[in-house]
Structures are given as C-alpha cells and as structure tokens.
C-alpha cells in the first residue's frame, strides 16, 4: 500500500503540463533543425561568422513561426478552458471565438458555445418557473409547508405564517418540534388537524407529498380549512334531522291530538271510543319504533371482539329469513375477531333488504319472477369477504343509500343500511352496494379484516 502511494506521489511530482511539454517540443525541434542547418552550412565551407549569422536569422524565423503556431493552437483550449469554466460557475455571458466549421477547434468552439446558449435557456425558463411557483404559492389561501428529513422547515408560503404565526425569516430551519407542528407531521393523508386559533378552533385537512431536492427526501404539506364546510355540513345534517323528527313526530301527534278531541266530545260512544284509543296505540308505538331506530344508530357501542366463524354466523342468518328462501351458494371457512351480536345485526339487515328488494321486483315484474336471494364468502388476501345478491330491481339512486332515515321503502325507517355500514366501520371493515353486471338485481359486499383491527368507538 505504501509503494503505491509513493508511486502515486511520483507520479505527481512528474507531471508536466501540457504548455510545458508543447514548449519543450518546439524546443527540441529547433534544436534539431538548427542543427541540420549548422551541419548543412558547414559542409558548404562557410566561415564561422557567416554560419553563425545565419543560425542567428533561422533561429529568430524558428521562434516567430513557433510562436505563432503556439498561440493559434494552444490559446484557443485556454480560451474554451475559460468558457467550460464559466458554465461551470452558471456564468453564461462567456462565448468561444473561431467557432468556424473548416476545422477541429472550431467545431468544438461551436459546440461549446451551442452548449453555453442551451444552458442559458434552460436557467431562464427554471427561473421564470421558480418566479411563476412563487408567485402562485404567495397567492394561496392554502398554507404550504415543507420539511426535510430532519423534520425541519425548509419551505413556506405566506398563507402558512399567517395561519401559524411564523417568519421565513425567522422560522426556515427550525425543527417542528421547536415551532409546535409535530401533530401536523404525523397526520396522515387527508386528515383532519385540529388548531385552537384566536380563540377559534380551526380543523385543516392535511395533503402530503415527498419529493426530493438534492438528493435528500422531503415532505410538502398542503393544508385546506375545512372548518366552515364541516360547520355547514353538521348544520344541513341537523337540519335533515329536525326536519324528520319534526316530520313523524307531527304525523304522530296529529291524530292522536284529533282522537282525544273527538273522544273528549263523544264519550259516550263506547265502539267509537276504543277505536280511537287503538289509532292512538298504534301511533305512540309507531312514533316509539322510530325513536328507538335513531337510538340505535347514534348510540351503537363499542364492538366485543371475540373468535367468531363466519360460515356457521351466515348459515344462521338465512334460516332466520322465513318470507323467501335465502340460498347458500358458497362458504369459505374463516374466524374473525368479532362482535358476534353486531356482527349478526350486519348480515340480518342486509339480507332483510335483499328480500324485500326481490319481493318488490316479484310484484312489478310479472308471473315468472322467483325472489332469489344467496350468500357467497371467500377469502381474500387478509380480509374475509361476503356477497348477498338478490334478483331484485337494482338501485336506480346510490348516493342517499347510506344517508340516515333514507328510505324507498313504504314501511322502512331508512336507519338499516346506516346501521349496517357503522357496524362493518367500526370492525375496520367496509360495505359496497352495487348493481350486478352479470344479470338484473344488486349485490352488498362486506369486507371485514381476518385479524383485529384498530376500532372506532
């Protein structure tokens, strides 16, 4: 290891530039003719004086000649040397001389400086862009946020030191920790960041990005205010809400305050009476199913997770169906970890609707319309999957279907699909309604994790 350090050093030591070594050619060329002149003129029997006057003048032809070639060959690389170097700094003012197409050096001039006014291009329309980008994220409402890896500020807009108070000045290169937005860090794609502002509380949406800049990877927030849409979102929400319970509540109390009026003024009338007491009976019971439909869907607790099998739960599902026989296409044996109450209510409801939608269809449909509802589960990857399809008339609106107190149906309370989709939520799973592609009818899929999943309460 040693030698070849040593033999690196000498190798260095030795080095001559390419000037030097050109010098010394021209050097030992002169020499050389000098001396083939010298012995020429000595053959010639010429005195000393005269040889050595003409050495003298062939000497200075020799100087001048090699001088000039010198300059014409080597001060043009000095020259292209001088331009690479300014490009190198992003100095693109610099331009070789010569640029001809007759010769070598000229062709590479050209090219050189064909490079140099590329390069130029290119740093203007990146510094129009970058001026544009700025421009763009000044006019922002959204807050734009940028971090390294290091979790520290590399890049804000203004809309972000607005919102947080900060300086570019100031804050680019403190840690998120030291300007109190590691919770902003750690939310995750389109999620809701909550912040207490001028005694306001202000819940931004989060959009996260990585790009890299230098090679170093980095995380660009793009931040939303959802609060106001949120406030209207609840508002409509409430408004639905008070709109229905107005609604049963007012179909309810009508009668019932009719029938006590007519029975205040007709006591007498037994038959009449009892009836009316029957309307009243029915109402209160009709009113007390409703209420106790919207408890259910607002105050669903917690999921007990223990191992349930889904072949046996969903068998026991369809012999519970008495209206229409529900058929078994195919069972795939799977434990979950599961409420098996909750779990149960999913699968009653979904199939209920199945049959009623089959039903429908039945008496719309014609003669040779059979209600047809089945159950197929499987497995699929690490989530158990289970499809009730039914023959029924298909959905012609998919957007309310989820919608609480949404109803087609004469006699339904429109909490069903709700309850059904909470309950596959709050067990890390999912619930699609679709139509079928292959023949008329829909389908409910029910997507449910085979290990534990993190449960919303």
């Not at 030591?13 to 010298?38: E, M």
């Not at 009892?274 to 009243?280: A, D, Q």
């Not at 029924?392 to 109803?407: H, Q």
């Amino acid at each position: 290891m040693r030698k070849q350090r040593g033999a690196a050093r000498d190798r260095q030591a030795i080095h001559v530039s390419f000037a030097t070594r050109y010098r010394i050619f021209c050097v030992l060329v002169a020499a050389a003719l000098l001396g083939l002149v010298g012995a020429l003129l000595a053959e010639q029997h010429l005195s000393a004086t005269a040889i050595v006057a003409i050495l003298a003048v062939f000497g200075f032809l020799l100087i001048f000649i090699f001088l000039a070639f010198y300059e014409s060959s080597v001060r043009p690389l000095q020259t292209l040397s001088n331009v690479v170097s300014a490009l190198r700094e992003e100095d693109y003012s610099f331009r070789a001389r010569g640029a001809h197409r007759d010769d070598v050096l000229g062709e590479l001039a050209r090219e050189i400086n064909a490079l140099a006014d590329m390069l130029q291009s290119q740093r203007l329309k990146a510094l129009e862009a970058i001026a544009l980008l700025q421009r763009v994220m000044a006019e922002m409402d959204a807050p734009v946020l940028a971090f390294d890896h290091r979790e520290s500020l590399r890049l804000l807009n203004p809309a972000a030191e607005r919102a947080f108070r900060l300086s570019a000045s100031r804050d680019i290169g403190k840690s998120a920790g030291e300007l109190g937005l590691l919770g902003l860090l750690a939310q995750p794609q389109e999620g809701i960041w909550q912040q207490e502002l001028n005694d306001r509380t202000v819940r931004w949406m989060v959009r996260r990005s990585r790009f890299r800049q230098r090679g170093a990877p980095h995380l660009l927030l793009l931040l939303s205010d959802v609060s106001l849409a949120l406030r209207e979102e609840e508002q409509q929400a409430w408004k639905r809400l008070i709109r229905v319970l107005g609604h049963e509540i007012s179909n309810s109390l009508t009668p019932i305050k009719s029938i006590a009026g007519s029975l205040r003024l007709r006591s007498e009338a037994r038959e009449e009476f009892e009836r009316g007491l029957s309307v009243i009976e029915s109402r209160a019971e009709s009113l007390h199913r409703f209420v106790e439909s919207y408890r259910q869907l607002a105050q669903l607790p917690s999921p007990t997770l223990q191992r349930v099998a889904l072949a046996p739960l969903l068998q026991r599902v369809a012999q519970l169906e008495t209206r229409s026989e529900v058929r078994i296409v195919s069972l795939a044996e799977m434990d979950l970890q599961a409420d098996p109450d909750q779990l149960e209510q999913l699968f009653i409801n979904l199939v209920r609707n199945a049959v009623e939608a089959a039903s429908r269809e039945e008496e719309c449909g014609g003669e040779n319309v059979t209600p047809e509802v089945t159950i197929a589960s499987s497995r699929q990857g690490g989530l158990a999957v289970a499809v009730i399809a039914d023959n029924g008339p298909g959905l012609a609106n998919e957007t309310n279907l989820f919608v609480p107190f949404y109803t087609t149906k004469k006699s339904g309370s429109g909490v069903g699909l709700a309850l059904a989709r909470q309950i596959a939520e709050a067990h890390g799973g999912s619930l699609e309604l679709r139509n079928r592609r292959d023949v008329q009818g829909c389908e409910a899929v029910v997507r449910l994790p085979l290990q534990a999943a993190s449960l919303s309460s």
